[in-house]
């Protein structure tokens, strides 16, 4: 066990937590819109729109969230018109990219979070928001978010802790978040135990917070 | 499509082999993780408070820790660790380990913790009765569980397997860092030489997509198959 290295590397690892931590508050936010529009749609009774939705959750969560990267990353680049677009400025930056993909790829996994929840929404709650005569955006808005939203804390905790993980992909586009930098330590120490137990503990650390703030949500909103 | 034929003129013969080291990982990956669940899930359930701490730290680092953090512990460390056991034993020659067992090493200790709370969650749904019923006619403990909690238990776990299936099939991408040519090295090493990313890690995405599909496919009739009786 080398001691001093895990000392030294520790303020280091510390500083790419924070890159991870804002890639992850990010596409979080994002992400959680995208995932209330596709629940939305996906409780549509068009097809097409139906079809629509579940198609994008399906493809998101069936593909590893590295091709997702891949293909925004380095397969984006090459259409030449694209290139043109004021867009560009957005995807030729790693940064940018990791926090596309992040976002879409929980905005999948949310969708089918909160279309769950929705479902699970007895009838008689809308039908007596119906019949009190509240319109039909309020009974959305004020009856079934909040409902929907408590049903889904859970599940929506593990959600965040995976993408917690998923975020450590970034660095495989050259971003140095915190699996980043413990990588290019590990390639220059070659002591892998240290560098990772340093490292993990971090991680777990972040989920450790996470776990907890959702139980506490959950404790304050249950009813 | 003449850059997905097969032979020298295209890149299908790679990508088709790449889809089937894809399958044989995940596979491998799968069954060392059952392996571990059988370890782990034990410990889980027992009443002793140092075994269940065990098992728990094991679940607790697993699912708290990056996949591709405990890819590198493994694809670095793998080797010195090999080598610091066999120098035990007097050899000190340089050991390599190959990508395979490494990456279905990694895959398959992060798919075993994910194993291991399945059936955990599954065995502890069981009604106590039916233990309690096996006790009582006197069945062998090993009996009992093969031939009485199994059964219920696997009907119970299957649909959560395969949701920890479609997880290991989709983290084998990640073994793809350390260069073993699975679809995901076999798409970067193809769209590197024709520059043609886009179209081969779409194609990549397709292909992905169908393994999901077809194995969910699968595994749905198993489905079947174990929940005859209800």
Redesign the interface.
């Known amino acids: 066990m080398d001691f001093e290295l895990m000392a030294n590397s520790f303020p280091k690892l510390l500083n790419a937590a924070v890159i991870t931590l804002k890639l992850l508050s990010i596409s979080l936010f994002v992400g959680l819109f995208i995932g209330l529009f596709f629940a939305i749609l996906r409780l549509n009774k068009n097809i097409y729109i139906n079809k629509f939705a579940y198609g994008y959750s399906?493809?998101f969560r069936?593909?590893?969230?590295?091709?997702?990267i891949?293909?925004i990353y380095?397969?984006?680049g090459?259409?030449e018109y694209f290139r043109s677009t004021f867009l560009w400025v957005i995807f030729k930056e790693p940064y940018w990219c990791a926090i596309i993909a992040f976002s879409l790829n929980t905005g999948a996994y949310t969708s089918e979070i909160l279309r769950s929840a929705f479902q699970t929404i007895k009838p008689g709650i809308i039908e007596a928001g119906k019949s009190l005569g509240i319109s039909k955006n309020i009974i959305f808005f004020k009856i079934q978010v909040p409902i929907a939203i408590r049903q889904s804390l859970p599940a929506y905790g593990n959600e965040i802790?995976l993408m917690?993980?998923?975020?450590?992909?970034a660095?495989?586009v050259t971003l140095m978040d915190l699996?980043g930098v413990?990588?290019y330590i590990?390639?220059t120490t070659?002591k892998?135990?240290e560098v990772?137990i340093v490292?993990?503990g971090i991680?777990?650390f972040m989920?450790?917070i996470f776990h907890n703030l959702i139980k506490f949500l959950e404790k304050k909103y249950s009813f | 499509m003449e850059i997905l034929a097969f032979g020298d003129t295209g890149w299908g013969d790679e990508l088709f082999y790449a889809t089937l080291m894809t399958i044989a990982v995940s596979i491998t990956a799968m069954f060392i993780g059952f392996i571990f669940a059988l370890i782990f899930t034990p410990l889980k359930l027992s009443k002793n408070k140092f075994l269940n701490f065990i098992a728990n730290t094991y679940t607790?680092?697993i699912?708290?820790?990056?996949?591709?953090?405990v890819i590198?512990?493994f694809f670095?460390?793998g080797t010195?660790a090999v080598m610091f056991v066999a120098s035990i034993f007097g050899y000190n020659e340089y050991i390599e380990i190959n990508a395979f067992i490494t990456g279905a090493f990694a895959i398959g200790i992060i798919s075993g913790a994910y194993s291991t709370e399945v059936f955990r969650g599954a065995i502890q749904s069981i009604d106590k009765g039916q233990f309690e019923a096996s006790k009582v006619l006197g069945f062998k403990k090993i009996v009992y569980f093969f031939k009485i909690i199994m059964p219920q238990m696997l009907r119970l776990a299957i649909p959560n397997l395969s949701n920890v299936w479609?997880i290991t099939l989709?983290?084998t991408?990640?073994i793809?860092?350390t260069g073993l040519v699975e679809i995901?090295r076999q798409?970067?090493i193809a769209?590197g030489s024709t520059?043609?990313?886009?179209f081969f890690?779409?194609f990549?995405?397709v292909l992905?997509?169908l393994l999901?599909?077809l194995s969910m496919k699968l595994i749905n009739k198993l489905e079947v198959k174990y929940s005859r009786g209800y």
């Open positions: 399906y493809v069936g593909t590893p969230l590295l091709v997702q891949f293909i380095f397969g984006l090459q259409i802790i917690m993980k998923g975020t450590s992909l660095s495989t699996t413990a990588k590990i390639s070659f892998p135990i990772f490292a993990g991680y777990l989920t450790f | 607790t680092i699912r708290g820790v990056p996949e591709l953090l590198y512990l670095f460390g010195g479609q989709k983290d991408s990640l793809s860092v995901m798409s970067y769209a520059r043609d990313p886009l890690y779409s990549a995405a992905y997509l999901t599909f």
